[in-house]
């Protein structure tokens, strides 16, 4: 049986294909390794496990781009 992350990637893989921009798929994985290193420093910084906190910066980054899309563009 796959695990979640495995199932959840191939409809993100599919849809990010189907973007105007060739550069989609690479923009994904660029975004996955800050999110990873951003938790992993909010990890040995709080003392805290690493998976808790990459969930946190990963809501944190999605909330504040959210906001910063409907505040600054047209």
């Not at 191939?10 to 938790?39: C, E, F, K, M, R």
Request: charged share 10%; net charge neutral; glycine share 6%.
């Amino acid at each position: 049986m796959p695990d979640l992350s495995s199932a959840l990637l191939y409809p993100v893989v599919l849809q990010l294909q189907t973007l105007p921009d060739s550069q989609s798929l690479n923009i994904w994985t660029t975004n996955d390794n800050a999110l990873y290193t951003a938790g992993l420093g909010l990890a040995n910084i709080f003392h805290q496990k690493k998976k808790p906190m990459v969930l946190i910066s990963g809501i944190v980054g999605t909330i504040l781009s959210v906001w910063l899309y409907y505040n600054f563009c047209n």
